[in-house]
């Protein structure tokens, strides 16, 4: 994934492991019930939705 991300191809990463999002992603969406709820920085959303989740 890591070599895809290098040679600049966009790539759809879904997953509910926040440390590979935030170790893959450059920008994340987070969506729930069909609705998106943020989008972001990495660190930015994923602490949106730590702050939601924990």
Known sequence: MMGFK???VTMVFVSHSMVDVEGICDRVMWIESHTIKMIGEPKVVVA??????I
């Open 48 to 53: 949106g939705y730590n702050k939601i989740i």
């Open 6 to 8: 290098k040679s600049g």
